[in-house]
């Protein structure tokens, strides 16, 4: 089953609006955590912002917030005043403490963002 | 500056020729791991580890070979590469996860390496 769904494959946004990008997730883990990362067309990842699953509000870094909706298992990013450098690749991931507590990272198959000028 | 590091960057090389891609951090993370990335189906994982010489296989291990003799150094080993090893690798490493620590979390990633395999 898949544990990381992000069903936008592409998106454009123009520069200066806002953006969601969506992703959902599925686990019984009562402790896990959801990344959001970068990655241009140069290949690195960069990560952008970090929720838990016990952390009371949203997670904001810059012009990047996370809405997360817990009961929904939703944990879409949203960039505010989108600039021409947004565009990339973007990917959710969720790690789950797990029995083991191995700590295993899980991605999403990843939103493409293209921001026009 | 904390980072985690991969050489090479890039490789190109031909079937059944062994080759060792290494991967080292300077943040004293115990668990590290392997990933690598193809399109459309997203990041997923080769290999990870524990601690010095505690190994175990993620969810694509055929193929690949891992050690942890340093707590810094996790190289992944290709003994006979074939072409559908061609891939974008990348090298990760965190503390072990604590409950409630946000930052604590976070997993560093190496800069990637591009393999293709003729």
């Known amino acids: 089953a898949q544990k990381i769904t992000q069903t936008q494959p592409g998106m454009f946004v123009q520069e200066k609006e806002a953006v969601t990008l969506d992703c959902t997730y599925d686990?019984?883990?009562?402790?896990?955590?959801l990344f959001w990362y970068k990655q241009p067309s140069s290949g690195e990842m960069i990560f952008l912002i970090y929720?838990?699953?016990?952390?009371?509000q949203n997670a904001t870094e810059g012009r990047y917030s996370l809405n997360f909706q817990k009961a929904r298992k939703s944990a879409n990013l949203v960039i505010s005043a989108s600039q021409l450098g947004d565009s990339a690749m973007y990917f959710c991931?969720?790690?789950?403490?797990?029995?083991?507590?191995?700590?295993?990272?899980?991605f999403g198959q990843g939103t493409t963002l293209q921001v026009k000028p | 500056e904390a980072q985690v590091t991969q050489n090479p960057r890039y490789l190109i090389t031909v079937t059944g020729k062994k080759l060792t891609v290494t991967c080292s951090q300077n943040?004293?993370?115990?668990?590290m791991s392997w990933y690598r990335q193809d399109p459309g189906l997203g990041l997923r994982q080769i290999y990870y580890?524990?601690?010095?010489?505690?190994?175990d296989k993620g969810d694509v291990p055929e193929g690949y070979k891992v050690s942890r003799k340093e707590k810094r150094n996790f190289p992944l080993i290709l003994e006979s590469p074939s072409p559908n090893q061609t891939s974008l690798y990348f090298c990760a490493s965190s503390n072990i996860w604590r409950t409630g620590l946000s930052s604590y979390n976070e997993q560093f990633f190496g800069p990637g390496t591009r393999l293709t395999v003729l």
């Open positions: 686990t019984s883990d009562p402790s896990y955590g």
């Open positions: 929720q838990g699953s016990y952390d009371q």
């Open positions: 943040m004293n993370h115990e668990y």
């Open positions: 580890s524990m601690n010095v010489e505690v190994t």
């Open positions: 991931a969720m790690r789950e403490k797990g029995s083991s507590n191995t700590g295993k990272l899980i």
